[in-house]
């Protein structure tokens, strides 16, 4: 059943929430997507068989959260995730981050805002803003996007200048990222979205972590919402819980 946080900043957090006897499980969403997506509710269900605890949300201007999608960039998103995570969960959590929340995902961790047990990226998009986009532009597109303040990612989909901006003050690939849990990636190769090779990237920054891994899966483009692709989510969740 859906409950909602309010937090210290005047947002209202939707959120979904298991309890289990086993390892805590946070699910972090992409851009623009919500709790309600195929992964998130599938990998709940096997939270539920499983007897882990398993937490879902929507960030602020997401989903059936408080506010206007425009309104908000990464920073409110990354504070969303920590204050849900620290009031909602108790003891090391395995985090696991699907595109944007990739970037969130490993913001977490490299600052050490919450208890992380581990990381499971799927497909993830860290530093998006600078790698996908503000690299990839000409100097003229660059100065139209500041001027006119807006950089359309798809036909129905609009980010600010500020957006792009505040991206560049949560970079996560600009150092190491010292984390000394299991770490694992699953990225199409297919995906033209966000290309594998930003993975390949992630692999190259984690530090100290003696296990992480990178799982391609050949035909599997940016959703990774297959049956089979599911299941394999599932089975790496099952074995990074044991470790």
């Known amino acids: 059943m859906t ?35 195929q992964k ?22 997401h989903g059936i959260s408080s506010g206007k999608f425009n309104d908000f960039v990464i920073s409110d998103w990354i504070l969303d995730a920590k204050t849900i995570i620290t009031k909602l969960t108790k003891g090391p959590q395995i985090l696991v981050g699907s595109s944007m929340g990739g970037w ?13 047990h581990s990381l499971i990226g799927l497909a993830i998009a860290p530093d998006f803003t600078k790698e996908l986009i503000w690299n990839t532009l000409s100097d003229q ?10 950089f359309s990612l798809s036909e129905d989909l609009e980010i600010s200048y500020q957006f792009i ?5 949560n970079l996560v690939l600009n150092s190491p990222i010292e984390f000394k849990g299991s770490v694992y990636l699953y990225h199409g190769m297919m ?23 990178l799982i391609l899966e050949k035909h599997g483009i940016h ?4 049956y089979d692709e599911i299941e394999t989510i599932k089975l790496l969740i099952s074995k990074i819980s044991k470790i």
């Open 3 to 37: 409950k909602f946080l309010k937090t210290n900043y005047n947002q209202t957090i939707a959120y979904n929430k298991i309890d289990g006897e086993k390892l805590g499980i946070v699910f972090l969403s992409g851009l623009k997507s919500d709790m309600t997506g």
């Open 40 to 61: 998130a509710v599938a990998l709940e269900e096997w939270a539920v068989e499983n007897n882990h605890s398993f937490l879902r949300f929507d960030y602020s201007g």
């Open 104 to 116: 969130i995902m490993l913001a977490l961790a490299k600052n050490k805002l919450v208890n992380v």
């Open 141 to 150: 597109k660059k100065e139209e996007v500041i001027i006119n303040n807006k």
């Open 165 to 169: 901006k505040d991206g560049e003050n």
């Open 191 to 213: 995906d033209t979205e966000v290309p594998c090779k930003l993975s390949e990237k992630v692999l190259k920054k984690i530090t100290k972590s003696n296990d992480v891994k």
């Open 223 to 226: 959703r990774l919402s297959k």
